[in-house]
């Protein structure tokens, strides 16, 4: 036999249910009466991971609607407006598409297509040591070390920070992350960077250090403030004074 008590939560639960349903239904009914079919707008997204370096297809891409207020500036609004370029960043499915993450592809290889303007592209070859053991990916950060003979000694500095890793022999983007045996690297660069590690690459031989990509790089100390001595325009100094027999040593004071 069911007792009264149980009767009653059970009819509670059930009236419970009810409600939510529908304050649910009338929470959605305000949002579609909030954004009409009007006030609506398409745009294009991920339908896939869309890899660094990729080139695009239609097959990477699908349409939704969303709000126009919710839109973000330079979207996509038409997919031949991006076919065929090339995406300069990894996109993952569903992000919403913008035209400044994607470059023309007009001629040569894709990877001259992802450099940012007045950037320049410089390939150093390395080994499984300088290649930091072969987990170099592209993407990655790196720092460049140059080592060179200086009167029979052996010095390293770090000639450039924070180099931006293009391709890795001929891979532009990769989904695995197990090391592999690299013969070059690809690195994006400014034109005077690019002429430091040649010459430096001329002087002796280079290293390349990877990077954390969240490592912030500490502001530079602040120069030291020069304590400044007090100028005084006197000399301070002694003189013997002779009188008769004596003598006196004095001291006195005298301009410069």
Known sequence: MIKPR???????????SIG???????????????????EQ???MVAATDIPYGHKLEKIN????????????????SDVANIEGKVAREKILEGDILRLQRFSDH???????????????????????VIGVA????????????????????VVTDTILKKIKVLAVDQTKSTNENDPVIVRAVTLETTPAQ???????????????????????ENPPAPPKKVKKTAYYPYHTGYVTVIKGTSAEVKKVTFKK
């Open 20 to 38: 939510a349903a529908w304050l649910a239904n009338g929470w959605a009914q305000a949002r579609s009466l909030d954004h009409p079919e009007d």
């Open 194 to 216: 690019a002429e430091t590690i040649v010459r430096a690459r001329e002087e002796g031989s280079l290293q390349l250090t990877l990077r954390n990509p969240l490592e912030k």
């Open 134 to 153: 072969g987990f170099l990916l592209p993407g990655n950060q790196v720092d460049i070390l140059a080592s060179k003979k200086v009167n029979k000694k």
């Open 106 to 128: 007009i001629d040569g290889s894709t990877l001259a297509a992802v450099i940012d303007p007045k950037m320049r592209a410089i390939t150093v070859r390395v080994n499984d």
């Open 61 to 76: 891409v699908k349409s939704i609607l969303i709000a126009k207020d919710l839109a973000p500036a330079d979207i996509v």
């Open 41 to 43: 707008i398409q745009i």
């Open 6 to 16: 149980t009767t009653m939560l059970l009819g509670l639960s059930v009236v419970l």
